[in-house]
T-cell receptor, first 112, second 112 residues
Framework: EDQVTQSPEALRLQEGESSSLNCSYT??????LFWYRQDPGKGPEFLFT???AGEEKEKERLKATLTKKESFLHITAPKPEDSATYLC?????????????FGKGTHLIIQP | DSGVTQTPKHLITATGQRVTLRCSPR?????VYWYQQSLDQGLQFLIQ???????AKGNILERFSAQQFPDLHSELNLSSLELGDSALYFC???????????FGQGTRLTVV
């Protein structure tokens, strides 16, 4: 069974204070690791897809990296509008399902 | 705007009742997924359809069922509703089996 654990559960940063969010996973054959951003009461918004160890993707102040056991979402000089819950998900080979297995997320608050 | 449309946005119903949630995927996407999000469980994969056929089941209760129609829109039917079924229900769609899924804005179901 695929499993995703995200840490920390919550993180409060000052504006401009860089940090990283962690996503540890176990999966039988990784077919993709996905990062999403979710605002309260809204649907998850797609950020990145990573397929193999060593891969990196960047978008504005966000950078996602992948190893064989975990992924990191690095946030550089964050702004208050980056406040959201960040979700990590994996798609594995097991069970024939293409559905994603999600972690419980990291609730990020950026204070001005 | 992800391009995935869900209706209704909010639904309040009584225990024991049956409701239908509707989803229109992004243009060109053949795969539709349904997810349930509750405060304690996070996002849970329920079921997937691909081009009209059921492809995989996740943690979907027997009281719940879904279908995908020839025009690719999908419906999730929830019956014999219980208080614990109160949650956000999301639909997502993707082009292929290994690409990112885009989520709709969800239907908030409240069972009273």
């Amino acid at each position: 069974e695929d499993q995703v654990t995200q840490s920390p559960e919550a993180l409060r940063l000052q504006e401009g204070e860089s940090s990283s969010l962690n996503c540890s996973y176990t999966v039988s054959g990784l077919r993709g690791l996905f990062w999403y951003r979710q605002d309260p009461g809204k649907g998850p918004e797609f950020l990145f897809t990573l397929y193999s160890a060593g891969e990196e993707k960047e978008k504005e102040r966000l950078k996602a990296t992948l190893t064989k056991k975990e992924s990191f979402l690095h946030i550089t000089a964050p702004k208050p509008e980056d406040s959201a819950t960040y979700l990590c998900a994996v798609r594995g080979l097991g069970g024939g399902a293409d559905g994603l297995t999600f972690g419980k997320g990291t609730h990020l608050i950026i204070q001005p | 705007d992800s391009g995935v449309t869900q209706t209704p946005k909010h639904l309040i119903t009584a225990t024991g009742q049956r409701v239908t949630l509707r989803c229109s995927p992004r243009s060109g996407d053949l795969s539709v997924y349904w997810y349930q999000q509750s405060l304690d469980q996070g996002l849970q994969f329920l079921i997937q359809y691909y081009n009209g056929e059921e492809r995989a089941k996740g943690n979907i209760l027997e009281r719940f069922s879904a279908q995908q129609f020839p025009d690719l829109h999908s419906e999730l039917n929830l019956s014999s509703l219980e208080l614990g079924d109160s949650a956000l229900y999301f639909c997502a769609s993707s082009v292929a089996w290994n690409t990112e899924a885009f989520f709709g804005q969800g239907t908030r179901l409240t069972v009273v």
